[in-house]
């Protein structure tokens, strides 16, 4: 996708190329949500249990933080010339990662700030910085809310030592909570802490200790996630070669229920699976691709969607940082989401929140066999809305398939 000049004006449409969508696909519509995602690609370590597209400083030499900083500018650039004046200003901007503190607070507020010039943020749009503890300092959080970021999203995985050694997790236990007290000092109002289950070794009264922890510093939101082992990652060869325990589904279910009781008891709501949050804390920018909204991705391997165009960077830095030189969008692929493939992804997506799923969404036979699982428990009927029990949300994926077979 090609510019006729590195410097066009927002506004005028680049050239379609072969991997990227027809032009007339990549128009902003003011009556749609809009939000941004950024990708910094960069983590000190790659923790064992981890298939992201990251790289240290040393995998990337000579390209720099500063060096990627100014090819996502670019990339900037010529979103706002696809997208068009027409596009609204934005819901949500997510800067996640990789480590996205690795970059200097100055690079962080110039990403921020041409978001910000080329498309405006909404009234009370949300702002989250994903940030490993170690990377942050008080004098840090002061001048990062300062900058416009209204959300921190903390990697605190384990408050169990053992755990965060196995998981190859460089910050202590009781770095991820001292933080969190630090941003709510500076005045940060929204604190999310990250939390994984199920790491061979982890016993449910270690769980138990973690969420404890964690609710000793009053977030705003938790998120909770089953350990997944990927394939080609140093932990899937550990467990390969018999040196760790894979994770086993059962202790897992029990982990999750253990989370859903102590996260509810101290006021937490379960507003989508894995996410627990005080009332009016949500993640904004995670609903939005619950919902489907338009958001577009900055940086190697980032995601993109409009009006059911999805599209994807290519993941190499080098080779994103090359092509924004050269004036064309990073774009790797695409594809065009067809009717009934929209269809399936709003019942899995729908069926995954607190608000649960319209029964007017589903055909006949759909709305036969979601039936059937509200004849198992595993689904409740309120208000003409599918919603998945406390039992269904440990079988979330098996009763989206049942229901769409």
């Known amino acids: 996708?090609?510019?006729?000049?590195?410097?066009?004006?927002?506004?005028?449409?680049?050239e379609s190329g072969e991997a990227c969508p027809p032009a007339d696909?990549?128009?902003?519509?003011?009556?749609?949500?809009?939000?941004?995602?950024?990708?910094v690609p960069y983590c000190a370590v790659r923790c064992g249990y981890c298939d992201f597209n990251t790289y240290t400083p040393a995998q990337l030499q000579p390209m720099g933080v500063g060096d990627y900083t100014a090819a996502a500018l670019a990339e900037i650039d010529l979103a706002a010339a696809a997208l068009g004046p027409q596009a609204p200003p934005l819901s949500t901007v997510f800067f996640g990662g990789g480590t996205p503190t690795m970059a200097t607070d100055t690079q962080l507020a110039t990403l921020l700030g041409s978001l910000h010039d080329h498309f405006g943020l909404g009234p009370g749009a949300e702002v989250t910085l994903e940030a490993n503890p170690e990377t942050l300092t008080p004098a840090r959080l002061d001048g990062l809310l300062a900058s416009g970021?209204?959300?921190?999203?903390?990697?605190?995985?384990?408050?169990?030592?053992?755990?965060?050694?196995?998981?190859?997790?460089?910050?202590?236990?009781?770095?991820?909570?001292?933080?969190?007290?630090?941003?709510h000092q500076a005045g940060w109002r929204d604190v999310s802490l990250d939390l994984i289950y199920g790491t061979p070794g982890e016993t449910l009264t270690s769980w138990r200790a973690t969420l404890d922890a964690a609710l000793a510093v009053d977030p705003e939101h938790v998120s909770a996630y089953s350990l997944i082992v990927e394939e080609g990652t140093p932990m899937a060869r550990r467990i390969a070669r018999g040196e760790l325990e894979a994770p086993d589904e059962d202790d897992q279910a029990d982990k999750y229920l253990l989370a859903e009781q102590v996260l509810a008891g101290a006021g937490l709501e379960n507003y989508e699976?894995?996410?627990?949050?005080?009332?009016?804390?949500?993640?904004?920018?995670?609903?939005?691709y619950?919902?489907?909204?338009?958001w577009w991705g900055i940086g190697p391997g980032a995601h993109s969607h409009l009006d059911g165009v999805r599209w994807w960077n290519v993941k190499h830095p080098g080779h994103y940082a090359q092509?924004?030189?050269?004036?064309?969008?990073?774009?790797?692929?695409?594809?065009?989401?067809?009717g009934p493939t929209q269809h399936e992804e709003r019942l899995l997506l729908g069926l995954r929140l607190r608000d649960g799923l319209p029964m007017s969404e589903l055909d006949r036979?759909?709305?036969?066999?979601?039936?059937?699982?509200?004849?198992?428990?595993?689904?409740?009927?309120?208000?003409?809305?599918?919603?998945?029990?406390?039992?269904?949300?440990l079988l979330a994926d098996a009763v989206t398939r049942d229901v769409l077979a």
């Open 1 to 14: 996708m090609a510019l006729a000049s590195g410097n066009s004006p927002a506004g005028t449409a680049p």
């Open 25 to 39: 696909r990549l128009v902003a519509h003011p009556d749609r949500r809009l939000g941004f995602y950024v990708h």
């Open 149 to 183: 970021f209204t959300r921190l999203s903390l990697g605190m995985q384990s408050a169990d030592e053992s755990v965060l050694t196995i998981l190859e997790r460089r910050h202590s236990p009781g770095r991820a909570l001292q933080v969190a007290r630090w941003a």
């Open 273 to 288: 699976i894995s996410n627990w949050a005080r009332p009016g804390h949500e993640a904004g920018h995670n609903l939005a």
């Open 290 to 294: 619950w919902h489907s909204d338009d």
């Open 323 to 338: 092509m924004l030189g050269e004036g064309r969008l990073p774009v790797e692929g695409h594809e065009i989401l067809d």
């Open 365 to 393: 036979g759909e709305t036969r066999r979601m039936r059937e699982q509200v004849a198992r428990g595993l689904v409740v009927l309120q208000e003409d809305r599918a919603r998945l029990t406390l039992r269904g949300r």
